[in-house]
């Protein structure tokens, strides 16, 4: 934490408040490392383990066809559990344990960090949902393929369903202006000639239409997957078609997925000069493996909480030896995935799944951060009555001057009708709580990973477990009580809606924004260190953003830019501006 | 401020506005009188309208030229760092619209040449009349009902005495609400002598309360610029007794102790700074390595930026509205210039009594949360025709100019809820062909040859501190995060604070918070053990890391 106040870039470094705002409270950090430390060790990882599987397959179950076969095993009894047991023993899934106990390492390690950052991370995941896998069982890495302009220089399921992908790709687009914008305004100029960028992301379509938009800006890309699940293979091979070398399939095994990621930088011929990746495998893939690499190396652009805690370690342990750029906590993108993100999806959510109407129901939000302010705001726009636990007072003063009442769970717990967690923590809502419950009461969690329920004190003798259908299990109690529990405690919005397109655009235009200001910088702007999104790429990012709305923003005249103090083109606000 | 050669330059350069201004402050806080004694009688407050030009000597004149000069410098500079903030400096200058019905003594002698005593016998004072003692206390027993985080704070406190030893030295407005804080900073142990630092914003009645309790106050409405130094002077210089702690607002203190008793400062544990213009001040001297004390910046902490801005603003402006035009909200089109904190809180209440709200933003980052709370971005000029009311909230200058109120249509209302009086271009409408006519206070109606009317609001300045109020709440919020801050302050270990400018540490912004939530009856959830290790959290907080934006 500290470091991300001393470093955060130097476009605005001009500004003569940015260092004048020292933190009183040094020690914090170093508590708090101290007992992240502690909790590393101690963490259950089986549960985690299951908590990440679990979240995958929800990414999965939701592409239709090709799942059927899941799907009902996963309705016959609680399949969720019986399938990861079974997976396990299969050689494909030899990735988990490894990746897994990392993931859950760092998520336990920052979530002190980000609570509400939760669903940037895991706002991809959900998007694996589109094309078919085919039936094919031979590994793609035995097949010779080409491209119609015979090229081969890539590695991927099926060439043939280049032509749906491109659809997809196509669709995107369309509700992907700021990129397409991007690649307008920049395309005379081409910021990113000479670029060789290595990227390791989910591939989906909004990835393809970020990787052909740094195409267009000048840039040679070479592309992997960053999770053996979540790749779209019909977009990898409408991406290969034209012409750039992807190494990505659904369902890699642990071995592919390593494979894929040297073949993307070992190629002998091609040297890359910037870094884009999410997760931070490729980062470290390259650290072992390749480290002279990094000589030619101008920059890594990193999006999610778990790479970049990784790349702060590799800062404090004085190993990074080039400048990283932070796109997670941009301004942009932490209240699009959360604040808005779920303001929109709560209600889709609970619909779809419970057909519920709110007016007048008394619904409690545990936590009121930003993931709980877009539920709360929403829930009552529609006229439900809303009480909101808190921790912290300020957020809890927060709730209180909305209109919201601030209560204990326990206190309201026994006439609730929706109980709706946020926290990021775990144990939220207990046993104890649960029991207290009047009959048709709904459980769902907006928070990340599914800890916030306590279900593994549902999974007792004397509670018999019904599903109704997918995403919706009834839990009932000896007297007949039923608890309406939605996606076994997992992400609501990532389980069951959809998150917009509009939000994951955010993310890729703050990512080639970053590329572009790395890769543009003047010689020693930036130093071997971690650095968030400059302001003024963060104001851009939004300003791109806003022709959707057709919202016209007002320039300041010369007179009243000198009057404040600032350039007529931004940055905008200091530093410590809260939004 | 003290070379008077300069003071005469500025004076030369500032002469036209001169007059002008101090009408302005002057009507200001005769405004405000009369809009919170609105059960005062006709006959007083007329003479409450003329009271303050006719008993204005060429002396008070001086200090306005001052004070203004440098309460718009300040801004201008700080205003890139503060556009939201501006208002949390203004806020407390409303504090001196509460009673001054004991004003009337038309005693003209100055307090300074009285001897008075009180009922102890002691004369360490200075304050217009002692004998209101007993109306003071009367204000000072409303203030703290509604001030119950500093009455719990002295309640929990009070076993401890956490200040005990801390002889403070205050500079502040010296109202209802400032008593509370200094009588709780009195129960925690400290000792305390205070000053206004503002020549008008005293109540009489209030610092004679204090006084009789044995805080030694010098203050009185309507000093001089002379009298203003004199009290900050005697607060300061008294034998046997040097401050270790310094509140202050404005800076006036601070600056007045580096310059004339440096000395001091070797005692001194830490300075509390809570205005914008204060804590520029400070960054200033801490930048050029003069800053030889620790200095807490409560002006920037969560809470009270919330409160000032965001939640106080939303209760305001259509409080201010209603009370001056009588509008009504619904189905009108309104533009908000400028989606800060003070635009959001604006354009909430006013979406929330059916009005039609559009937007317009320089920052394309508030601008996207404008579109996603659902208010149409515009420029002004694209709607100006067509809107209702334009109410201002940039922190900059002439956002509204003559050009855009020319093309007005009849009847729309103009006002600003940004900081000073500059968003509005109210100067360009000073001209010939324009007639301006006063219908009620703060109401002006500029008709144009045509005969279209725009409806002026207090002459442009701030509408929440002319025509409405300032709650109670709010000033609950300020006077408790000072308390904590000179708390925390006094009883850091060695080393913690060195000698820079701080912002409140987290846990205490919490601690404030948590003092107010006992008001809402809520009822705050707390962390199991279990829990707290999983989130890597202390149990009793702080909460959230640094940059967390809320």
């Not at chain 1, 910037?274 to 980062?283: A, F, K």
């Not at chain 2, 205050?170 to 400032?178: L, V």
Request: charged share 25%.
């Amino acid at each position: 934490m500290e470091e991300e106040r001393d470093q955060t870039g130097t476009s605005w470094r001009n500004l003569p408040q940015s260092d004048e705002y020292p933190k009183p409270r040094l020690e914090d950090g170093a508590v708090l490392n101290g007992e992240a430390k502690n909790k590393t060790t101690k963490h259950e990882p089986v549960k985690c383990n299951l908590n990440l599987l679990q979240m995958l397959k929800a990414a999965e179950s939701r592409s239709p066809p090709q799942c059927q076969g899941r799907y009902r095993a996963e309705e016959s009894g609680y399949g969720t559990r019986e399938l990861v047991t079974e997976a396990l023993k299969t050689g494909t899934q030899i990735q988990f344990p490894e990746q897994k106990p990392n993931f859950n390492k760092h998520f336990a390690n920052t979530s002190r960090h980000s609570p509400a950052d939760s669903i940037s991370q895991l706002s991809l995941d959900s998007y694996s949902s589109v094309c078919s896998d085919s039936k094919d069982k031979s590994s793609p890495r035995d097949k010779h393929q080409k491209t119609s302009k015979g090229f081969s220089d890539f590695c991927i399921k099926n060439m043939k369903q280049a032509e749906f992908g491109r659809r997809e790709i196509e669709t995107a687009q369309q509700e992907m202006p700021a990129l397409m914008v991007l690649r307008k305004s920049a395309c005379g100029e081409k910021p990113l000639a000479g670029a060789k960028v290595v990227g390791c992301t989910h591939i989906t379509a909004p990835t393809a239409v970020l990787i052909e938009t740094l195409s267009v800006l000048g840039a040679q890309c070479r592309w992997a997957a960053c999770n053996i699940f979540s790749t779209q293979n019909a977009v990898a091979a409408a991406l290969a078609e034209r012409g750039t070398s992807v190494f990505a399939w659904r369902g890699e095994s642990e071995e592919d997925f390593w494979w894929c990621i040297d073949r993307c930088v070992g190629a002998e011929t091609w040297q890359p000069n910037m870094i884009l990746d999410d997760g931070g495998d490729l980062t470290h893939w390259i650290y072992k493996k390749h480290p002279g690499l990094f000589k030619k190396i101008v920059g890594i652009v990193e999006e999610s909480v778990t790479g970049i805690y990784r790349l702060y370690q590799l800062s404090k342990a004085g190993k990074l030896c080039v400048p990283a750029m932070n796109v997670n906590d941009s301004v942009t993108k932490q209240k699009f995935e959360n604040l808005y993100c779920c303001k929109e999806s709560i209600l889709e959510g609970l619909k779809r799944t419970t057909d519920i109407m709110f007016g007048g129901k008394q619904v409690v939000v545990c936590g009121f951060g930003e993931v709980g302010k877009g539920c709360c705001a929403a829930l009552k726009a529609l006229g439900a009555v809303v009480y909101v636990t808190e921790v912290d007072p300020i957020c809890a003063v927060q709730a209180c001057m909305d209109g919201f009442r601030v209560i204990k769970l326990s206190e309201v717990v026994g006439q609730a009708d929706m109980v709706i967690t946020c926290t990021g923590n775990k144990n939220v809502v207990e046993r104890e709580h649960l029991d207290r419950m009047k009959s048709g009461c709904i459980v769902c969690n907006m928070g990340h990973c599914s800890t916030e329920i306590d279900l593994l004190s549902l999974r007792t003798a004397e509670l018999r477990w019904e599903h109704v259908r997918p995403k919706v299990d009834h839990v009932i109690w000896p007297d007949g009580k039923r608890i309406i529990l939605l996606a076994e405690g997992r992400l609501l919005n990532l389980s069951c809606s959809t998150v917009p397109l509009f939000i994951l655009s955010i993310t890729p235009t703050t990512q080639a924004l970053a590329l572009i200001e790395l890769y543009r910088a003047p010689e020693g702007r930036y130093k071997q260190d971690v650095y968030l999104l400059p302001k003024k790429t963060d104001e851009y990012v939004a300003s791109l953003h806003l022709q959707t709305f057709d919202a016209h923003l007002t320039e300041l005249t010369d007179e009243q830019a000198q009057y404040l103090g600032i350039s007529k083109h931004g940055p905008f606000k200091p530093n410590n501006y809260r939004y | 401020m003290s070379d008077p050669s300069m003071e005469v330059k500025l004076e030369v350069k500032q002469a036209s506005k001169e007059v002008k201004e101090s009408e302005n402050v002057a009507e200001k806080y005769s405004a405000m009188t009369v809009s919170k004694n609105s059960e005062m009688n006709m006959g007083e407050l007329s003479s409450a309208f003329s009271a303050v030009p006719t008993h204005k000597p060429v002396k008070k004149q001086i200090q306005f030229v001052e004070d203004k000069q440098e309460f718009s410098r300040f801004p201008t500079k700080a205003g890139r760092r503060s556009l939201s903030r501006s208002i949390s400096q203004s806020s407390t200058d409303s504090y001196g619209s509460a009673a001054s019905y004991t004003d009337s003594s038309d005693d003209e002698s100055s307090p300074r040449d009285k001897t008075q005593v009180n009922s102890k016998g002691s004369s360490d004072f200075c304050v217009k009349n002692i004998k209101q003692a007993e109306f003071g206390r009367r204000e000072i027993e409303i203030a703290e009902q509604d001030m119950s985080a500093l009455i719990s704070l002295r309640k929990r406190a009070q076993s401890e005495k956490p200040l005990a030893g801390a002889k403070i030295v205050g500079c502040t407005h010296i109202t209802a609400q400032t008593a509370v804080l200094i009588e709780t900073l009195v129960a925690l142990g400290a000792e305390c002598r205070w000053t206004a630092c503002n020549i008008y914003s005293t109540q009489n009645e209030v610092a004679a309360a204090l006084s009789e309790t044995g805080v030694a106050v010098f203050a009185w409405k309507g000093e001089s610029e002379d009298d203003f130094w004199w009290c900050i002077d005697r607060c300061v210089n008294n034998e046997g007794w040097q401050p270790n702690m310094i509140l202050d607002d404005g800076g006036d203190l601070t600056h007045w102790m580096y310059k004339k008793y440096p000395n001091v400062f070797k005692k001194i544990r830490g300075i509390v700074e809570e205005s914008v213009t204060g804590v520029h001040r400070l960054y200033q001297l801490s930048k050029a390595g003069k800053l030889c004390v620790p200095a807490m910046n409560v002006n920037d902490s969560v809470t009270k930026q919330k409160f000032d801005n965001l939640y106080c603003c939303r209760e305001s402006i259509l409080d201010g509205l209603k009370r001056t035009t009588d509008v009504m909200f619904g189905g009108k089109q309104i533009v908000v210039c400028g989606y800060g904190e003070v635009g959001k809180g604006c354009c909430a209440a006013l979406k929330a009594l059916g009005a039609v709200v559009s937007i317009t933003e320089i920052d394309p980052i508030c601008a996207l949360q404008a579109c996603m709370d659902g208010f149409r971005v515009v420029k002004l000029n694209e709607v100006i025709r067509q809107v209702d009311v334009i109410i201002t909230c940039t922190g900059n200058k002439n956002v509204v100019t003559r050009d855009q109120l020319d093309r007005m249509k009849n009847g729309s209302i103009v006002c600003n809820m940004g900081h000073s009086n500059t968003e509005i271009d109210v100067a360009s409408l000073r001209t010939p062909e324009l007639t301006w006519e006063r219908v009620r206070s703060q109401v002006d109606h500029i008709i144009w040859p045509d005969g279209k009317r725009v409806i002026l609001l207090a002459e442009g300045r701030l509408l929440n501190l002319s025509c409405s109020t300032v709650p109670t709440f709010v000033l609950s919020i300020t006077a408790t995060t000072q308390a904590l801050a000179l708390i925390e302050l006094y009883n850091a270990p060695e080393g913690r604070y060195k000698q820079d400018v701080y912002l409140l540490p987290k846990k205490m912004d919490e601690y404030v918070a948590s003092l107010h939530l006992t008001t809402f009856d809520a009822h705050l959830t707390e962390l199991s053990d279990d829990q707290a290790k999983y989130l890597g959290l202390n149990k009793n907080g702080p909460f959230k890391p640094n940059y967390y934006r809320y």
